[in-house]
C-alpha cells in the first residue's frame, strides 16, 4: 500500500495527534474568523526566528545570557460578527482554545546553556589518568589550549565532524606553534614526514625572500663599483632575467631539403669508400709491380746536394761549359750514370704454358659466352639500337612459323625458305672470306710472331749432310729457312755438307723436323731437259747424275744433328749458301761468324764414323 501524503500542517502538530481529513472543512474555514488565525500563526512564526537571530548574535559575541522563548503574546480578541448566532460563536471560541493548546503543546522548551568546554583541564585529567595507569613513559608534552567548539548552530543543535575536538589521547604528538588574532592557538604535528615537508617548504620561502633580496640589491646597487671590491664574488651575482623566446615557425620544405641532404652525403660517402676500395686494390698491384722495377736514377744524387748550387747535372754533360774550373774542386766532369740492362734471366723466361681445359670445361665455356652474347643482343633490340633479326626459317619449322600462309600455298612458302637457306649460306661464306687475311697479311704476321718467338731467346742447331748433289734438296733446306725466318748459312764441300741455323725456338723445332724427318735424303731423280744447260756451270760433284748421265747412288746418303744450343745473340746477318772446294775456304767462310769450330766438329764426326 503506498505511502500517505504529508500534510502541511503536520508541522504543528505532534506525532500522537490525529490530522484532519482532506474533505474536511478546517477550523480556519468554518470559522468566520480564519483570516485573524492565519494571521496569529504567521506572527508568531516571526517572533521565533527574531528569537533564533538573537541568539546566535548571543553566540558570536561571547554572551552567556540564557536563550529563553519570548512568551507568545495572546492575539486580540476577533470582533464579533454581527451576523454571528451566540451558538455559533461559543463552538468558535471553543475551537479557538482548543487551537491555542495544540500550538502551546508544539512549541520546545528553551535550550539550557552548557557549561562551556575546558580543553586544558581536560587534557590536565587525562594526562592524569594516564600516569595513573604507566601509560605515559616520555615526559609529558607542554599543554595545548584549543578554542573550544561551539557544541551548537545555529539552530540550536549539537553538531558533528570537524566540529568536533581532537581526543586527549592523541594530543601527546602535537604542538603549539602560534597563536592567531582570536586566541586560538595552531597545531602542529610531530610526525617526521610532515615535518620534513615543511622544512621545505620554509627552505622554499627563503630562497623566495633570498631572490627579491637579490633583485632588490641589483635595482639599488651598481654593479660596476661593486665588481671593482676585491672581496666581490661573481658566482653570487644577481641573476638576468630571462625572457621567453618568441615562436619560431619551420619553412616549407626545410626537413625535405635536409633529408636530401643527408641522401646525398651518404651517396658521396659510398663512392668515397667504393673509390677507396678500389684504390687499395690498385696500389696493392702497383706496390707487387715496384718490387720488381729498379727505380730511375734521380737528377742529382744526395752527396752531391749540399755541393750543387743549381741541383743538377746539366752542366756538365756540355763540353766547355762547366761552372767548376779550379783545381781544387770537389766535382769533375767525371760521371757516369749505369745503363739499365734487362736481366737475362727475365729476358730469355720461357712464356708459362696455358692451362688446357677438357673437352666438357670447353663446351661450357662456349655456352656461356654464346648466353652472354645474346644477353647483349637482346638488350640492344629492346632499347632500339638495333633491328630484331627476321625470323629463322626452316623446312622443319616452316608450318609452325608461317602458319596459314604455308597452309594456303606450301609450294611458295617453300620455295621462299629455300631461297632464305641459300641466302644465309652465301652470308656465311661472305662472312669468311671477309675475316680471312690477303697474302700480305698472312705474311706479316708470321713475320710478327717469329719475332716474338726470336725475343725469347735464340736457338742454334747444326746438321752435318753427307751429299747435296740433289737439287731438290738444297731447295727444301732454302725454301723453309726463308720461311721460318732463320738466319745462317750452307756450306757446300765435296767431302760433307756443313747446314748452321739460328732463329726462335719454335722456328728451328719446325726446321729440326724437316731436316731429320721430312726429306727423303736416299732420293735422286735426273734433271729436267730444261735446266741441262746449267750443268756446265755446276761443279761437277754438284751434279744428281755421274758420267753416264746416270743418277748418283744416294742409298747411304743421310742427315746428322751434331750441335743445338743457345746464343746470347744471332751469328750470322741472314742465310745464305756458299760453294767451298777446300777446307781452308769453309773454315775462312765461318770465321767472320765466329763458327769455324762447327767445321771442326762436323770432320771429327765423320773421322770418327
Not at 656461356?368 to 625470323?391: M, T, V
Not at 749432310?465 to 727444301?476: M, S
Not at 761468324?593 to 765423320?606: D, Q, Y
Amino acid at each position: 500500500m503506498p505511502e500517505k501524503r504529508p500534510h502541511p500542517d503536520d508541522h504543528f502538530q505532534n506525532g500522537d495527534a490525529k490530522r484532519s481529513r482532506s474533505n474536511q472543512a478546517s477550523p480556519a474555514q468554518d470559522l468566520p474568523n480564519g483570516s485573524m488565525i492565519e494571521d496569529k500563526a504567521e506572527a508568531e512564526r516571526k517572533a521565533r526566528i527574531a528569537m533564533l537571530k538573537a541568539k546566535m548574535a548571543t553566540q558570536r559575541s561571547g554572551a552567556a545570557a540564557p536563550l529563553t522563548p519570548s512568551p507568545i503574546s495572546p492575539a486580540p480578541a476577533a470582533p464579533s460578527l454581527p451576523t454571528a448566532t451566540p451558538a455559533v460563536q461559543n463552538d468558535a471560541s471553543a475551537r479557538l482554545a482548543a487551537l491555542r493548546a495544540r500550538v502551546a503543546a508544539n512549541t520546545k522548551p528553551s535550550v539550557e546553556e552548557k557549561p562551556k568546554f575546558d580543553m586544558a583541564e581536560a587534557i590536565a585529567r587525562a594526562k592524569e589518568r594516564a600516569a595513573a595507569a604507566g601509560v605515559l613513559q616520555r615526559p609529558a608534552s607542554p599543554a595545548v589550549v584549543l578554542a573550544p567548539p561551539s557544541q551548537e548552530d545555529n539552530f540550536g543543535r549539537a553538531r558533528g565532524g570537524l566540529g568536533v575536538g581532537l581526543h586527549p589521547a592523541l594530543l601527546g604528538d602535537v604542538s603549539v606553534t602560534s597563536t592567531s588574532s582570536r586566541g586560538r592557538q595552531a597545531i602542529a604535528p610531530k610526525f617526521g614526514t610532515t615535518i620534513g615537508n615543511r622544512r621545505l617548504d620554509a627552505a622554499a620561502d627563503a630562497t623566495k625572500e633570498r631572490k627579491k633580496d637579490l633583485d632588490l640589491y641589483s635595482k639599488t646597487v651598481d654593479l660596476e663599483a661593486e665588481k671593482k671590491n676585491p672581496y666581490y664574488d661573481p658566482s653570487f651575482a644577481p641573476v638576468k632575467e630571462r625572457r621567453a623566446k618568441p615562436l619560431t615557425f619551420n619553412p616549407a620544405g626545410k626537413f625535405i631539403a635536409q633529408a636530401q641532404a643527408l641522401k646525398e652525403q651518404e651517396h658521396l660517402e659510398a663512392m668515397k669508400r667504393k673509390i677507396a676500395a678500389e684504390t687499395r686494390v690498385s696500389n696493392l698491384q702497383e706496390d707487387l709491380e715496384k718490387v720488381f722495377l729498379v727505380p730511375v736514377p734521380p737528377e742529382i744524387e744526395w752527396w752531391d746536394e749540399a755541393l750543387l748550387t743549381d741541383k743538377t747535372y746539366a752542366h756538365f754533360d756540355e763540353p766547355g761549359k762547366s761552372k767548376i774550373d779550379t783545381e781544387d774542386s770537389l766535382i769533375t766532369v767525371y760521371i757516369q750514370h749505369p745503363v739499365l740492362l734487362m736481366p737475362p734471366q727475365e729476358k730469355n723466361a720461357p712464356a708459362s704454358k696455358p692451362m688446357y681445359l677438357t673437352k666438357t670445361e670447353q663446351a661450357k665455356l662456349r655456352r656461356q659466352k654464346r648466353h652472354a652474347d645474346l644477353k647483349e643482343e637482346q638488350a640492344k633490340i629492346r632499347l632500339g639500337f638495333k633491328e630484331p633479326p627476321p625470323p629463322k626459317v626452316k623446312k622443319s619449322n616452316m608450318m609452325r612459323v608461317l602458319g596459314e600462309l604455308a597452309v594456303k600455298d606450301p609450294t611458295a612458302v617453300e620455295a621462299r625458305v629455300n631461297r632464305e637457306i641459300a641466302q644465309r649460306a652465301a652470308d656465311h661464306e661472305a662472312a669468311n672470306e671477309e675475316r680471312k687475311l690477303t697474302k700480305e697479311q698472312r705474311a706479316e704476321k708470321l713475320r710478327l710472331q717469329q719475332e716474338a718467338d726470336a725475343k725469347k731467346g735464340i736457338k742454334v742447331s747444326v746438321y752435318k749432310v753427307d751429299n747435296l748433289c740433289y737439287g731438290k734438296h738444297r731447295y727444301q733446306i732454302d725454301v723453309n729457312a726463308k720461311e721460318h725466318g732463320l738466319t745462317g748459312t750452307v756450306i757446300l764441300h765435296p767431302q760433307l755438307n756443313l747446314v748452321i741455323v739460328e732463329g726462335g725456338a719454335h722456328s728451328v723445332t719446325a726446321f729440326r723436323k724437316l731436316m731429320l724427318n721430312r726429306i727423303k735424303w736416299t732420293e735422286n731423280v735426273a734433271p729436267a731437259p730444261a735446266k741441262e744447260e746449267r750443268r756446265e756451270v755446276e761443279q761437277v760433284w754438284l751434279r744428281a747424275e755421274d758420267e753416264e748421265g746416270k743418277p748418283k747412288d744416294m742409298s747411304l746418303n743421310k742427315c746428322t744433328l751434331i750441335w743445338e744450343g743457345e746464343e746470347k745473340q744471332r751469328a750470322f746477318r741472314k742465310w745464305t749458301s756458299k760453294v767451298c772446294e777446300t777446307d781452308g775456304e769453309a773454315k775462312e767462310a765461318l770465321k767472320w761468324n765466329k763458327m769455324e769450330n762447327m767445321w771442326t766438329l762436323a770432320k771429327s764426326m765423320g773421322r770418327i764414323s
